[in-house]
Structures are given as structure tokens and as C-alpha cells.
Nanobody, 114 residues
């Protein structure tokens, strides 16, 4: 059974940084394109960054230059380094394949507030 487990969220002041982690168990993910998604209250879930099996990356305009996605295929793990955080980055962050075909995990809450 495939399981996605996100961690690393928290409360941070504007301008601060966080590093999110996503561990995938039950499947070898090295061949898949993976993505980080987020869902803010009252809004639809959106893709903010994705990384191919070869390491090519894409970012949403809203996070480009501030967020960095990476992966460690040997550990079935993906990361999202988030710098210069803004209040509008507040959301629950999820990982999944891109396009989505795994069951969503519970996500990790990121709150940016002073």
C-alpha cells in the first residue's frame, strides 16, 4: 500500500524559511515526476513545484525564486525548501505524483504570520 507522509511545516514569520519533506512508502518513485501542492482555506489545491525523475524542475510563478524542490530517489524522499515566506504561502502542503495518481496524505500545515 502506497503511503505519502509530509512533514516539516510550522508557524514562521514573514521572511522566514521552512524545509518540507515527503516520504513515499510502498512504491519505488524514482521513475515518477513528483510535485508539491498546497491548499489554502477556501481555495482549490494547486501545484506549486514539480520535479522529474531526471531532476528537471518547474515552479508556479508565485513561488519561483523563493522555493526549491529536490528529491533523493534512494530514500524515496522529496523536499521543498521555502525561503522568503509570505503570508499568502499559508496553506496545507501535500506531495503527490504529477499528474496525481496516488492517494493524498494528510499534508503539513504551513502558517506564515507575525
Amino acid at each position: 500500500q502506497v503511503q505519502l507522509v509530509e512533514s516539516g511545516g510550522g508557524l514562521v514569520q514573514p521572511g522566514g524559511s521552512l524545509r518540507l519533506s515527503c516520504v513515499v512508502s510502498g512504491s519505488i518513485v524514482s521513475i515518477y515526476t513528483l510535485g508539491w501542492y498546497r491548499q489554502a482555506p477556501g481555495k482549490q489545491r494547486e501545484l506549486v513545484a514539480r520535479i522529474t525523475s531526471g531532476g528537471s524542475t518547474n515552479y508556479a510563478d508565485s513561488v519561483r525564486g523563493r522555493f526549491t524542490i529536490s528529491r533523493d530517489n534512494g530514500k524515496n524522499t522529496m523536499f521543498l525548501q521555502m525561503n522568503s515566506l509570505k503570508p499568502e504561502d499559508t496553506a496545507v502542503y501535500y506531495c503527490n505524483t504529477s499528474p496525481v495518481f496516488m492517494t493524498w496524505g494528510t499534508g503539513t500545515q504551513v502558517t506564515v504570520s507575525s
